[in-house]
């Protein structure tokens, strides 16, 4: 290792022992989400399955709760509940990175792993330059780069990031989430025969590209994968305006569908539609592992979005990871779903029985708990049924709109919402809580919502409200959460 790597993971090191007992005694951290042993996390990069282990690598800073030169963390497991957290796989320690090693995917090939990224390099006036960059791993654990694979085309400003690489047939092929110089969103394609020599093919698609009108000045994270014969596009544009209960993030993250041309590389493709629904959700990377899973982790966070205000600052620590989810397609969307793995976390049940509500709020005995699952199904719902959460957050639903709220994170004298249209009965909310962190798959995920929580630490019960008569059959578990090696 250089000189400068050696150092920069020395700092690193130093930092999490420095904040170690800081960190770990906060009473917002989690069970079973990734999170970083100090410092911000942001994006997941490189998720891959290479001989039956998982590569969850993560955006680090791990010398503030702010962004900067960012690392790459790694995590490795087998099964989605026993992890190691491997030593960093990349840092900003070369010229062509020195300013952050931004994200990236990473992809299997001649027996070895092959981890593209964005190295960020900035002047010092803070012009940016932006790289397209390769390293190389024999064990998985550690990684030589090679350096600079594909430089900025023409057209496009130095926002121009976050290779997702991927096979197709005889080709490799690459999209970047780009800026054009009119400020405009795109996706970008590039392809290879070997992974080292990269050709420029134009933009797939993006705002004022295949009749989509102005759609974002940036779009970040691009990722193509094939579900279930349909192509799909998940981005992460930026500059979108707030429509009804649409776009409420200050940036979103969604896809089209479509038929991706390869050779003309062109992508016809639908409308837009939002991935998740709650406060925080962004930069979502999918992989497909040996059992022909399509698998997608995304960074429970957005950008610019109040950052600052989670209480996990002052314990020196900010972000994590969602859960794994498991993607299919029904013909019409994408459906969520948690893996199946997760069901191995399951204590004994702690609660399965029918309850009907007329009128009245209660705290059902047994409800409630720091790490816990709980699936409710609807046997009939009044004119308005109300989730409240540790005196917190709130979920209700009347008239097929879901509503979740919480105090604002920077006003606590105000309250924010995220809504979603239920398109048919509300038959099933499954609810995975994790101390401060919330995940809600609707109708068996054909929508999700997903946000961090912060109420008080002693608070623990769920009040079930009804206007009207409202029966639910509730399951619950305690979830044990993630064993680390």
């Given at each position: 290792?250089?000189?400068?790597?050696?150092?920069?993971?020395?700092?690193?090191?130093?930092?999490?022992?420095?904040?170690?007992?800081?960190?770990?005694?906060?009473?917002?951290?989690?069970?079973?989400?990734?999170?970083?042993?100090?410092?911000?996390?942001?994006?997941?990069?490189?998720?891959?399955?290479?001989?039956?282990?998982?590569?969850?690598?993560?955006?680090?800073?791990?010398?503030?709760t702010g962004h900067g030169a960012k690392f790459w963390g790694h995590y490795t497991t087998k099964d989605f509940v026993h992890y190691t957290h491997e030593k960093p796989a990349l840092t900003p320690s070369d010229w062509f990175d020195k300013n952050g090693v931004y994200s990236g995917s990473a992809i299997v090939h001649n027996d070895q792993l092959y981890l593209f990224y964005t190295g960020n390099v900035k002047d010092d006036d803070g012009n940016r330059e932006t790289y397209q960059c390769l390293a190389v791993s024999e064990d998985g654990l550690t990684f030589e780069k090679k350096g600079v694979v594909a430089e900025l085309p023409e057209g496009y400003t130095a926002h121009f990031r976050d290779p997702k690489v991927w096979q197709h047939e005889d080709c490799f092929y690459m999209v970047i989430g780009a800026q054009s110089k009119d400020m405009q969103g795109k996706a970008v394609l590039f392809q290879s025969q070997d992974l080292l020599?990269?050709?420029?093919?134009?933009?797939?698609?993006?705002?004022?590209?295949?009749?989509?009108?102005?759609?974002?000045?940036?779009?970040?994270?691009?990722?193509?994968?094939?579900?279930?014969?349909?192509?799909?596009?998940?981005?992460?544009?930026?500059?979108?305006?707030?429509?009804?209960?649409?776009?409420?993030?200050?940036?979103?993250?969604?896809?089209?569908?479509?038929?991706?041309?390869?050779?003309?590389?062109?992508?016809?493709?639908?409308?837009?539609?939002?991935?998740?629904?709650?406060?925080?959700?962004?930069?979502?990377?999918?992989?497909?592992?040996?059992?022909?899973?399509?698998?997608?982790?995304?960074?429970?966070?957005?950008?610019?979005?109040?950052?600052?205000?989670?209480?996990?600052?002052?314990?020196?620590?900010?972000?994590?990871?969602?859960?794994?989810?498991?993607?299919?397609?029904?013909?019409?969307?994408?459906?969520?779903?948690?893996?199946?793995?997760?069901?191995?976390?399951?204590?004994?049940?702690?609660?399965?029985?029918?309850?009907?509500?007329?009128?009245?709020?209660?705290?059902?005995?047994?409800?409630?708990?720091?790490?816990?699952?709980?699936?409710?199904?609807?046997?009939?719902?009044?004119?308005?049924?109300?989730?409240?959460?540790?005196?917190?957050?709130?979920?209700?639903?009347?008239?097929?709109?879901?509503?979740?709220?919480?105090?604002?994170?920077?006003?606590?004298?105000?309250?924010?919402?995220?809504?979603?249209?239920?398109?048919?009965?509300?038959?099933?909310?499954?609810?995975?809580?994790?101390?401060?962190?919330?995940?809600?798959?609707?109708?068996?995920?054909?929508?999700?919502?997903?946000?961090?929580?912060?109420?008080?630490?002693?608070?623990?019960?769920?009040?079930?409200?009804?206007?009207?008569?409202?029966?639910?059959?509730?399951?619950?578990?305690?979830?044990?959460?993630?064993?680390?090696?």
């Open positions: 290792m250089a000189e400068r790597d050696l150092e920069l993971r020395q700092h690193a090191s130093d930092e999490v022992k420095k904040h170690t007992e800081k960190v770990q005694g906060d009473p917002y951290r989690l069970d079973y989400h990734l999170m970083p042993p100090v410092g911000l996390l942001n994006d997941p990069n490189g998720f891959v399955q290479w001989k039956g282990t998982y590569h969850v690598f993560y955006q680090w800073m791990p010398f503030d020599e990269w050709s420029f093919l134009g933009p797939i698609t993006g705002s004022e590209e295949n009749n989509l009108g102005e759609f974002g000045y940036m779009w970040e994270c691009p990722d193509v994968f094939e579900l279930d014969g349909t192509d799909v596009l998940i981005v992460s544009p930026q500059g979108l305006e707030e429509e009804g209960m649409h776009y409420s993030n200050t940036y979103q993250s969604g896809y089209f569908t479509g038929e991706l041309d390869y050779e003309n590389a062109d992508f016809k493709h639908g409308d837009f539609r939002e991935l998740d629904r709650g406060f925080e959700f962004y930069a979502p990377q999918t992989t497909v592992d040996e059992k022909g899973r399509r698998i997608l982790i995304g960074w429970m966070g957005v950008p610019d979005q109040y950052e600052q205000a989670h209480p996990t600052i002052e314990n020196q620590w900010i972000h994590c990871l969602t859960m794994p989810r498991q993607l299919s397609w029904n013909g019409k969307q994408i459906i969520q779903q948690p893996l199946e793995e997760m069901k191995e976390m399951r204590g004994p049940v702690l609660m399965h029985s029918s309850i009907t509500i007329e009128n009245d709020q209660k705290a059902v005995r047994g409800i409630g708990g720091k790490a816990v699952e709980l699936s409710i199904d609807m046997e009939t719902v009044g004119d308005q049924f109300a989730l409240e959460l540790f005196q917190y957050a709130s979920l209700s639903y009347k008239d097929g709109i879901l509503t979740l709220s919480r105090p604002h994170l920077e006003d606590k004298s105000k309250t924010e919402f995220r809504r979603v249209a239920v398109t048919s009965e509300l038959q099933n909310l499954h609810l995975f809580i994790d101390h401060s962190t919330l995940e809600i798959f609707i109708n068996g995920g054909e929508e999700v919502m997903t946000s961090r929580m912060y109420p008080q630490p002693e608070e623990d019960h769920i009040l079930f409200t009804s206007l009207g008569t409202s029966t639910f059959s509730i399951e619950q578990w305690k979830l044990n959460g993630f064993i680390f090696n």
